[in-house]
């Protein structure tokens, strides 16, 4: 199963105010588990940035000003979502819609309100009441996030990982085991393959005459030993 955890930074609150994406960060899993494989992309908003908005993210207008504008990396960000991956995302109504009116203007594909996980309303039910921010759900589940002294959008991402797989009972619910072995095709250089485990076990290291010295050395422990107890 492939998820994408995603975080936006923008020049506001609302698009159909003029308001723009500024910064894209994703992070891909795969049944769970952080695969290495990232998505982040400064964007030029093609509009001058709100001092309330700079206070918040740290983009200014010399910094985006020579940056890609979203309808040049329209496509390379829905190739790395893919087409079905479930994203994953803190208030997941804010950035839907952002990333929806960017898409629209530009005549891509908008993304189904479905495919969205909100980790904010995960909280919110799991915690009744509790706070549930991001920087909250750091502190509950003691998750470092001590380089976050500003948004950014694919460090927000990746301690988003973090707090999601804690939401869903732990880093790596049924501790990986179940991975299948599924090629991955990676947007910006090709295709790649994932971890999976080996078809066939290591052979045992130990030699003959160490498992021989072990026996000898239990046989002497008496019918207490351990060993023999667990037959």
Request: hydrophobic share 40%; proline share 8%; with cysteine.
């Amino acid at each position: 199963m492939r998820e994408i955890v995603l975080d936006t930074e923008t020049t506001g609150f609302e698009p159909s105010e003029g308001h723009r994406i500024v910064e894209i960060g994703a992070v891909e899993l795969m049944n769970h588990v952080p695969t290495g494989r990232t998505y982040h992309q400064y964007i030029n908003p093609d509009r001058a940035m709100p001092q309330e908005a700079f206070a918040v993210h740290g983009l200014g207008d010399d910094f985006l000003r020579d940056k890609p504008k979203f309808g040049a990396i329209a496509q390379d960000f829905l190739d790395f979502i893919g087409n079905d991956s479930k994203l994953v995302i803190h208030n997941a109504a804010f950035d839907m819609k952002f990333l929806n009116a960017e898409l629209g203007w530009v005549q891509k594909p908008l993304i189904p309100a479905d495919r969205a996980l909100d980790t904010l309303a995960m909280a919110r039910r799991k915690f009744p009441g509790s706070p549930a921010t991001l920087d909250a759900l750091c502190r509950r589940f003691s998750i470092d996030n001590s380089a976050r002294t500003l948004h950014g959008a694919l460090l927000d991402s990746e301690i988003l990982a973090e707090v999601y797989l804690e939401l869903i009972g732990g880093r790596q619910p049924g501790f990986g085991l179940n991975i299948d072995p599924v090629p991955a095709k990676n947007a910006t250089s090709g295709t790649e393959w994932r971890p999976r485990p080996r078809p066939v076990p290591l052979p045992p290291r130990l030699t003959e005459a160490e498992a021989e010295a072990h026996a000898a050395f239990v046989g002497k422990l008496g019918d207490g030993a351990i060993w023999k107890r667990r037959g």
